[in-house]
């Protein structure tokens, strides 16, 4: 059975930093790209960054490139989102996903349904 389960959100002043996991069971995890997404009250749900499977590349959201830092333990089978600077937009819930395993690389951020398997999200509030 697929888990994805997302850690570490809560309530942090602007400019601050948050770091969130992501545990995953249930399928090959070293061969599977994963991402996260996040969606805000009365917006789309959108792509902020990806970690491909083997090959290290990661790809990030123009909104969060060089803020944001996406890493992968595969051995835990976690990925991580280091979240810098935040921001009151960067207020959302985040969402944790798995594209198909043995996939060469990540889907497009720009298209959710790229991605098979979803965690139950997690709130993140940028707020002073």
């Known amino acids: 059975q697929v888990q994805l389960v997302e850690s570490g959100g809560g309530l942090v002043q602007p400019g601050n930093s948050l770091r969130l996991s992501c545990e995953a069971s249930?399928?090959?995890?070293?061969?599977?790209?994963i991402a996260w997404f996040r969606q805000a009250p009365g917006k789309e749900r959108e792509g902020v960054s990806c970690?491909?499977?083997?090959?290290?590349?990661?790809y990030y959201a123009d909104s969060v490139m060089g803020r944001f830092t996406i890493s992968r333990d595969n051995a835990k089978t976690t990925v991580y989102l280091q979240m810098n600077s935040l921001k009151p937009e960067d207020t959302a819930v985040y969402y944790c996903?798995?594209?198909?395993?043995?996939?060469?690389?990540?889907?497009?951020?720009?298209?959710?349904?790229?991605?098979?398997?979803w965690g139950q999200g997690i709130q993140v509030t940028v707020s002073s």
């Open positions: 996903a798995a594209g198909a395993p043995y996939g060469s690389s990540c889907p497009s951020l720009s298209n959710m349904w790229g991605y098979d398997y």
């Open positions: 970690s491909a499977s083997r090959d290290g590349t990661t």
């Open positions: 249930g399928f090959p995890f070293d061969y599977t790209p």
